[in-house]
T-cell receptor, first 114, second 112 residues
Framework: DAGVIQSPRHEVTEMGQEVTLRCKPI?????LFWYRQTMMRGLELLIY????????DSGMPEDRFSAKMPNASFSTLKIQPSEPRDSAVYFC????????????FGPGTRLTVL | KQEVTQIPAALSVPEGENLVLNCSFT??????LQWFRQDPGKGLTSLLL?????REQTSGRLNASLDKSSGRSTLYIAASQPGDSATYLC???????????FGKGTKLSVKP
């Protein structure tokens, strides 16, 4: 199994640009989570999907952030327009069952907004 | 609201020493607790998942315990090695929706 796949691994962009992060969960997993990690705030949940449906997006910081999961094998997190304070590492994780099973994390996307 | 705290924030030990990392959580109505390892610049690797019905879970030199009544979990690492150097994170469910609340982690350094 390839594990959770994220792309790109690194992204450097200028303020105001649109950024799209991509995630492919582990095959067969039905829950997908987007997290953000910063030095100040640690790891925080942004949004989570179950069976491709967004369940909890209360962690999405602003309307500039949006996430989609068009099918069971692909999800995107979009930031438009990006700001320097969005600089962080964004992780995608998946699990087999939302409540009782382990979450497996991707390698993350390190985003730098200049 | 679930809050997860890990102490110490950093720990340095000589190789071969046994050590304990601590995690506390405020909402004891959890169904499991997960320990992760994070190497610098890398993602999170799941180490152990303890279900609420379990008190301990072991994997190699790692042993994690869970005491829901006191809101505590510990990660015991036996015979530490330099390769164990990393940040260890504990995470507890934030509610019924499946999201995890993470502690800030313990940065472990094992000196050869």
């Amino acid at each position: 199994d390839a594990g959770v796949i994220q792309s790109p691994r690194h992204e450097v962009t200028e303020m105001g640009q649109e950024v799209t992060l991509r995630c492919k969960p582990i095959s067969g997993h039905n829950s997908l989570f987007w997290y953000r990690q910063t030095m100040m705030r640690g790891l925080e949940l942004l949004i989570y999907f179950n069976n491709n449906v967004p369940i909890d997006d209360s962690g999405m910081p602003e309307d500039r952030f949006s996430a989609k999961m068009p099918n069971a094998s692909f999800s995107t997190l979009k930031i438009q327009p990006s700001e320097p304070r969005d600089s962080a590492v964004y992780f995608c994780a998946s699990s087999l069952r939302e409540l009782n099973n382990e979450q497996f994390f991707g390698p993350g996307t390190r985003l730098t907004v200049l | 609201k679930q809050e997860v705290t890990q102490i110490p924030a950093a720990l340095s030990v000589p190789e071969g020493e046994n050590l304990v990392l601590n995690c506390s959580f405020t909402d004891s109505a959890i169904y499991n607790l997960q320990w992760f390892r994070q190497d610098p610049g890398k993602g999170l690797t799941s180490l152990l998942l303890i279900q609420s019905s379990q008190r301990e879970q072991t994997s190699g030199r790692l042993n994690a315990s869970l005491d829901k009544s006191s809101g505590r979990s510990t990660l015991y690492i036996a015979a530490s090695q330099p390769g164990d150097s990393a940040t260890y994170l504990c995470a507890a469910p934030g509610g019924s929706q499946g999201n995890l609340i993470f502690g800030k982690g313990t940065k472990l350094s094992v000196k050869p």
